[in-house]
Nanobody
């Protein structure tokens, strides 16, 4: 069983930056794809970014249009942790952010491709 624990959420002023962390245990993540999704009450969980293991090029990062250009997804395999850096935070970034792991390579934005999920961390952006 893979356990994912998100951290780093909080309240931030619009225009600020935040780094979220997702620590995995029970399985090493080096040969798996990991992603970040976010959800607000009453809405579907939406794709934010993925760090896909594609074998040929090791890892490839993908981003939703809503965060592209101001976000960076990365991982530290030694720490078994994946990160999401978000800059220039906007009010619409307010959501619960979830980390997820997929058990196959080249996983991108399809939520059903991910098999293990964390409990989420709240991000609140204020003006």
């Amino acid at each position: 069983q893979v356990r994912l624990v998100e951290s780093g959420g909080g309240s931030v002023q619009a225009g600020g930056s935040l780094m979220l962390s997702c620590a995995a245990s029970g399985r090493t993540i080096s040969t798996y794809s990991l992603g970040w999704f976010r959800q607000v009450p009453g809405e579907q969980r939406k794709f934010v970014a993925s760090h896909a293991w594609n074998r040929a090029t090791t890892y490839t990062a993908y981003y939703a249009d809503s965060v592209k250009g101001r976000s960076t997804i990365s991982r530290d395999n030694a720490k078994n942790t994946v990160f999401l850096q978000i800059n220039n935070l906007k009010l619409e970034d307010t959501a619960v952010y979830y980390c997820a792991l997929a058990f196959k390579p080249d996983t991108r934005s399809k939520i059903d491709d991910y098999g293990s999920w964390g409990q989420g961390t709240q991000v609140t952006v204020s003006s």
